[in-house]
């Protein structure tokens, strides 16, 4: 076996190659999971019932729909042979006896035809008995309504180094959720075969976990049940956890009634059933020496949570390990905590907790940077970590010289000082519009923070004429994970793309698998892809050496040859050495098996090293802000990011540039509003569509944007030198974000702190702005003195516009 690492000569992997379903998805072939179902003959379609009340106990009468024709079964919770629970928890029952937001699944319709399911799904009546609700993260901690358990991170004495700091900062930041809209809704299969076995085809980031529930709820064991992941159109974490009791229904109803079942979702079923990104609700006190150098941060996290806890404690847990970002934090004490609000249970979303942990920290030194004097790229590069330092958390940040060598190099290639020195002199003369150009840097942590989570399988055949199939754990949605894959098991057999086929991820065919998720799929998939290759490798360089009359050690595989050192008049194909394996029985398949070394949590203590390296990365990003409006434009973005040796460097730009445009959406476009009023539609998701819930489109793409992945920045111990690059890349959007705070600070008077809301609308941006006009040149950010800081804790209170004033420590 070869060092995980390294690369023989001539690799496929580090090729820029086209997506395995590029040509299929824009010729509109492409196969997803509802498709399926339009070709299975019998199917039945599932429609929901859904609650129109944020909180009550409610009394469901179903018989109603049995009048409506074409309805064939109404699904209750009396049809459930298991349990009647879709979650890891045991807190989400599938067919509720309360109600616990508006848009909750009370019972399901199973008709003939979606427009009978629907129909009859209309005619079941429902009595609710009004309980309280919280509908805002506020409601629930004026309430004390939590769920899950609470953690902290510590390190030093924050306390202390406050009282002593030269400058104590405190304020609130609050952000909200984001919608996943992926292209591909929620979508499930179900078929049971002659034999009682069920195949569930599922549109799901994790199969064996939508196996588990499956079989749990129909009170079988998981290996009478195969769930199938063909391919998504899109998941971005949304598809991780809640998939798994839309797949328990439509087995449910393949039971009953004995013939296949399809549920896919509607647009606006999908938006107001399934999670979304944890909004936060952050309190904070920053202490900086008088150089600008942080001393301490206290921090108080609140994730908005939901109606139950889903992965809201994981993503609480990344939130905390990434409040730090890149920068060093010598005394840190960050509690988090969950609420519990009568709202779509939140969930996983790219970067999982860390860009609302980041947000934490790049807010802070946007905020504060005018009140300091200092430049805030100045600000930002002065607190970058130093090499032979450690996270709050305890883990070392390995190759932390990176962040400035990728800082120097974006800075130096985007010529940022003087396109500053322009638009400077473009400001000056121009009052109603202002431009700004921002830097942020970003480090991310790769790996789950559940250690059992970091392992994968993978099956390869090599069949007599050559040909290979590869099986792996690791679910496509689009991503590029499969191109990946065909990569690595190209170049660890050493043949040509084309000779490599895969096949559709299945849960009888890699079995336990971990969830497509927290950026590793390649890392752990590729590295059960390439030692099941390698298992193959090594057995038919035996037969080869045979044949060549050399060493099996001096075998060489490349470009769909095989070779030996000190034969060169002679070459084998690779279908000749697999023909003549199997003729002298020699295994021709094998199963890969990959874990990731190294890694050590104490989940309870927020100490040890839960990540097996971090993924770096900078970007600049300029803006032009329209003061009358508030309306502004992208102007240009640059990006530096390390993704490794790259296996796919087309592939990993094009995530870089999704990732950061989502994050864009997500900081400055996405807003989630929920009905706050006490009115009959408490708690109904106000932005239900794409026609109220703003996306990213044409017209908000950066006029110029460059990206370019870091050189020379192999990963040891990561396959073929590689590192994740899915999530990461979000978090250089708060370049955008602050990009826009310095922009509308040009209308303001020198040093003046602009509190930017979130996400920073047009409208957000244009009251940030008539704040900024008519301010006088004081603080806007609570500033106290080392002596009040010693004694005393900040203490919001809410005006009567609903907004937290921050009152100074000590006042």
Same mark, same amino acid.
């Given at each position: 076996?070869?060092?995980?690492?390294?690369?023989?000569?001539?690799?496929?992997? *580090?090729? =820029? $190659?086209?997506?395995?379903?590029?040509?299929?998805?824009?010729?509109?072939?492409?196969?997803?999971?509802?498709?399926?179902?339009?070709?299975?003959?019998?199917?039945?379609?599932?429609?929901?019932?859904?609650?129109?009340?944020?909180?009550?106990?409610?009394?469901?009468?179903?018989?109603?729909?049995?009048?409506?024709?074409?309805?064939?079964?109404?699904?209750?919770?009396?049809?459930?042979?298991?349990?009647?629970?879709?979650?890891?928890?045991?807190?989400?029952?599938?067919?509720?006896?309360?109600?616990?937001?508006?848009?909750?699944?009370?019972?399901?319709?199973?008709?003939?035809?979606?427009?009978?399911?629907?129909?009859?799904?209309?005619?079941?009546?429902?009595?609710?008995?009004?309980?309280?609700?919280?509908?805002?993260?506020?409601?629930?901690?004026?309430?004390?309504?939590?769920?899950?358990?609470?953690?902290?991170?510590?390190?030093?004495?924050?306390?202390?180094?406050?009282?002593?700091?030269?400058?104590?900062?405190?304020?609130?930041?609050?952000?909200?959720?984001?919608?996943?809209?992926?292209?591909?809704?929620?979508?499930?299969?179900?078929?049971?075969?002659?034999?009682?076995?069920?195949?569930?085809?599922?549109?799901?980031?994790?199969?064996?976990?939508?196996?588990?529930?499956?079989?749990?709820?129909?009170?079988?064991?998981?290996?009478?049940?195969?769930?199938?992941?063909?391919?998504?159109?899109?998941?971005?974490? %949304?598809?991780?956890?809640?998939?798994? %009791?839309?797949?328990?229904?439509?087995?449910? *109803?393949?039971?009953?009634?004995?013939?296949?079942?399809?549920?896919? @979702?509607?647009?606006?079923?999908?938006?107001?059933?399934?999670?979304?990104?944890?909004?936060?609700?952050?309190?904070?006190? &920053?202490?900086?020496?008088?150089?600008?150098?942080?001393?301490?941060?206290?921090?108080?996290?609140?994730?908005?949570?939901?109606?139950?806890?889903?992965?809201?404690? #994981?993503? @609480?847990?990344?939130?905390?390990?990434?409040?730090?970002?890149?920068?060093?934090?010598?005394?840190?004490?960050?509690?988090?905590?969950?609420?519990?609000?009568?709202?779509?249970?939140?969930?996983?979303?790219?970067?999982?907790?860390?860009?609302?942990?980041? !947000?934490?920290?790049?807010?802070?030194?946007?905020?504060?940077?005018?009140?300091?004097?200092?430049?805030?790229?100045?600000? =930002?590069?002065?607190?970058?970590?130093? #090499?032979?330092?450690?996270? #709050?958390?305890?883990?070392?940040?390995?190759?932390?010289?990176?962040?400035?060598?990728?800082?120097?190099?974006?800075?130096?290639?985007?010529?940022?000082?003087?396109?500053?020195?322009?638009?400077?002199? !473009?400001?000056?003369?121009?009052?109603?519009?202002?431009?700004?150009?921002?830097?942020?840097?970003?480090?991310? %942590?790769?790996?789950?923070?559940?250690?059992?989570?970091?392992?994968?399988?993978?099956?390869?055949?090599?069949?007599?004429?050559?040909?290979?199939?590869?099986?792996? *754990?690791?679910?496509?949605?689009?991503?590029?994970?499969?191109?990946?894959?065909?990569?690595?098991?190209?170049?660890?057999? *050493?043949?040509?793309?084309?000779?490599?086929?895969?096949?559709?991820?299945?849960?009888?065919?890699?079995?336990?698998?971990?969830?497509?998720?927290?950026?590793?799929?390649?890392?752990?998939?590729?590295?059960?892809?390439?030692?099941?290759?390698?298992?193959?490798?090594?057995?038919?360089?035996?037969?080869?050496?045979?044949?060549?009359?050399?060493?099996?050690?001096?075998?060489? !595989?490349?470009?769909?040859?095989?070779?030996?050192?000190?034969? =060169?008049?002679?070459?084998?194909?690779?279908?000749?050495?697999?023909?003549?394996?199997?003729?002298?029985?020699?295994?021709?398949?094998?199963?890969?098996?990959?874990?990731?070394?190294?890694?050590?949590?104490?989940?309870?203590?927020?100490?040890?090293?839960?990540?097996?390296?971090? &993924?770096?990365?900078?970007?600049?990003?300029?803006?032009?802000?329209?003061?009358?409006?508030?309306?502004?434009?992208?102007?240009?973005?640059?990006?530096?990011?390390?993704?490794?040796?790259?296996?796919?460097?087309?592939?990993?730009?094009?995530?870089?540039?999704?990732?950061?445009?989502?994050?864009? %959406?997500?900081?400055?476009?996405?807003?989630?509003?929920?009905?706050?009023?006490?009115?009959?539609?408490?708690?109904?998701?106000?932005?239900?569509?794409?026609?109220?819930?703003?996306?990213?489109?044409?017209?908000?793409?950066?006029?110029? !944007?460059?990206?370019?992945?870091?050189?020379?920045? =192999?990963?040891?111990?990561?396959?073929?030198?590689?590192?994740?690059?899915?999530?990461?890349?979000?978090?250089?959007?708060?370049?955008?974000?602050?990009?826009?705070?310095?922009?509308?600070?040009?209308?303001?008077? $020198?040093?003046?702190?602009?509190?930017?809301?979130?996400?920073?609308?047009?409208?957000?941006?244009?009251?940030?702005?008539?704040?900024?006009?008519?301010?006088?040149?004081?603080?806007?950010?609570?500033?106290?003195?080392?002596?009040?800081?010693?004694?005393?804790?900040?203490?919001?209170?809410?005006?009567? &516009?609903?907004?937290?004033?921050?009152?100074?420590?000590?006042?």
């Amino acid at each position: 076996m070869s060092a995980l690492a390294d690369r023989p000569a001539n690799p496929v992997v *580090g090729l =820029r $190659a086209a997506h395995e379903s590029a040509a299929l998805h824009v010729t509109g072939a492409a196969m997803y999971t509802d498709d399926l179902a339009a070709h299975t003959a019998g199917v039945l379609t599932a429609w929901p019932v859904q609650s129109t009340n944020a909180h009550a106990n409610v009394t469901i009468d179903v018989a109603p729909a049995y009048d409506v024709p074409g309805v064939v079964r109404v699904l209750t919770a009396e049809d459930v042979p298991g349990i009647n629970d879709a979650g890891i928890k045991h807190d989400e029952p599938l067919f509720p006896t309360e109600s616990m937001f508006n848009g909750h699944a009370l019972v399901w319709v199973l008709g003939e035809t979606q427009e009978a399911a629907r129909l009859g799904a209309a005619a079941v009546r429902v009595d609710y008995e009004p309980l309280p609700s919280y509908i805002s993260v506020r409601d629930a901690i004026a309430a004390e309504s939590y769920q899950g358990i609470a953690r902290t991170v510590s390190r030093g004495d924050a306390p202390g180094a406050m009282a002593g700091a030269a400058h104590v900062y405190e304020g609130v930041t609050e952000f909200g959720g984001q919608e996943h809209f992926y292209l591909e809704t929620h979508a499930s299969l179900a078929l049971r075969d002659s034999e009682g076995q069920y195949f569930v085809q599922c549109s799901t980031q994790h199969p064996s976990e939508t196996q588990e529930i499956v079989a749990h709820v129909l009170g079988i064991s998981s290996s009478e049940v195969t769930v199938q992941s063909l391919r998504m159109g899109g998941a971005f974490g %949304g598809k991780e956890m809640q998939p798994h %009791g839309f797949a328990a229904i439509a087995a449910l *109803g393949a039971k009953l009634t004995g013939r296949p079942v399809r549920l896919r @979702l509607n647009r606006t079923q999908d938006i107001t059933m399934t999670g979304k990104r944890h909004p936060f609700h952050i309190t904070w006190r &920053a202490g900086f020496d008088a150089d600008g150098f942080i001393q301490a941060l206290e921090a108080t996290l609140t994730a908005d949570g939901g109606w139950s806890i889903d992965l809201s404690e #994981p993503v @609480l847990g990344r939130a905390l390990c990434h409040l730090d970002n890149a920068y060093w934090i010598p005394n840190v004490l960050a509690h988090g905590r969950i609420a519990k609000t009568n709202k779509t249970s939140q969930t996983a979303f790219r970067g999982f907790g860390g860009p609302q942990g980041v !947000f934490l920290i790049e807010d802070i030194l946007g905020r504060v940077a005018p009140q300091l004097g200092i430049d805030p790229i100045e600000l =930002r590069r002065r607190n970058f970590y130093r #090499p032979g330092q450690s996270t #709050p958390y305890g883990q070392l940040v390995k190759d932390a010289d990176r962040i400035s060598t990728i800082w120097g190099q974006l800075e130096s290639e985007s010529d940022v000082a003087a396109r500053r020195a322009e638009i400077e002199a !473009f400001n000056a003369q121009s009052p109603d519009v202002k431009r700004a150009l921002a830097m942020t840097p970003v480090k991310f %942590g790769i790996s789950f923070n559940f250690a059992a989570f970091n392992q994968a399988g993978a099956l390869v055949h090599v069949y007599k004429d050559g040909s290979v199939l590869i099986n792996h *754990g690791g679910t496509e949605m689009g991503q590029g994970l499969h191109t990946k894959m065909l990569q690595v098991a190209a170049t660890a057999l *050493g043949l040509e793309l084309h000779q490599v086929r895969l096949a559709p991820t299945r849960t009888d065919k890699v079995p336990n698998t971990s969830a497509t998720a927290a950026s590793s799929g390649a890392d752990l998939n590729g590295g059960a892809v390439k030692n099941a290759c390698e298992q193959i490798r090594e057995r038919m360089a035996k037969v080869a050496g045979r044949r060549l009359n050399v060493d099996e050690r001096d075998v060489r !595989f490349e470009g769909g040859f095989v070779t030996g050192l000190g034969n =060169r008049e002679q070459r084998l194909t690779f279908a000749e050495v697999a023909n003549a394996a199997y003729l002298q029985r020699v295994q021709l398949w094998a199963a890969g098996y990959y874990r990731t070394e190294g890694l050590h949590w104490n989940p309870d203590l927020m100490q040890g090293s839960p990540f097996k390296y971090f &993924a770096y990365g900078a970007a600049a990003t300029e803006v032009e802000v329209d003061g009358f409006t508030g309306a502004y434009r992208i102007r240009r973005v640059d990006i530096v990011h390390d993704v490794g040796d790259s296996l796919s460097p087309m592939l990993d730009i094009g995530q870089i540039e999704g990732a950061y445009v989502q994050g864009v %959406g997500w900081l400055t476009l996405e807003e989630l509003r929920w009905d706050e009023t006490d009115g009959p539609n408490r708690g109904r998701l106000l932005t239900q569509s794409a026609s109220t819930y703003k996306l990213p489109s044409f017209s908000e793409m950066p006029e110029e !944007f460059n990206v370019r992945l870091f050189e020379d920045a =192999r990963e040891d111990g990561a396959v073929y030198g590689s590192k994740a690059v899915g999530e990461p890349p979000f978090m250089l959007a708060f370049s955008a974000r602050e990009a826009l705070r310095e922009a509308v600070a040009e209308f303001g008077p $020198a040093g003046h702190s602009v509190d930017l809301g979130s996400p920073a609308t047009p409208e957000a941006v244009f009251w940030a702005v008539e704040a900024a006009r008519g301010a006088s040149g004081e603080a806007s950010v609570g500033e106290t003195t080392a002596a009040g800081a010693a004694d005393a804790e900040a203490t919001a209170v809410e005006d009567a &516009a609903g907004a937290d004033v921050l009152v100074p420590a000590g006042s």
